[in-house]
Nanobody, 121 residues
Framework: QVQLVESGGGLVQPGGSLRLSCAAS????????MGWYRQAPGKQRELVAT???????NYADSVKGRFTISRDNAKNTMYLQMNSLKPEDTAVYYC???????????????WGQGTQVTVSS
């Protein structure tokens, strides 16, 4: 079984910064693409950023230049550095990853439970 656990969310003032972490654990063989998504109240879940196993990144236009996605493959952990936060960044942030396990070698998609980010003065 695989678990994705997010941490680092919280309340921050506009213009502030937060760093989210997503730690994968379990019978992991390989972690392929990873990503961050977010869902604001009353809105659909949307892509924030993705990172491939080789480190290639992709960002939503709304966060380009403010957010940075990264990963530490040795620790099975992904990060999202969020700078210059705006009230419209308020949402539950979810970790997502394609992971192959010792039992099922081909990648399956997993979600974390989410962490709340609130940007408000």
């Amino acid at each position: 079984q695989v678990q994705l656990v997010e941490s680092g969310g919280g309340l921050v003032q506009p213009g502030g910064s937060l760093r989210l972490s997503c730690a994968a654990s379990g019978s992991i063989l390989s972690i392929y693409s990873m990503g961050w998504y977010r869902q604001a109240p009353g809105k659909q879940r949307e892509l924030v950023a993705t990172i491939s196993s080789g480190g290639s990144t992709n960002y939503a236009d709304s966060v380009k230049g403010r957010f940075t996605i990264s990963r530490d493959n040795a620790k099975n952990t992904m990060y999202l550095q969020m700078n210059s936060l705006k009230p419209e960044d308020t949402a539950v942030y979810y970790c997502n990853a394609d992971i192959g396990t010792i039992v099922i070698h081909f990648p399956m998609n997993y979600w974390g439970q989410g962490t709340q980010v609130t940007v408000s003065s």
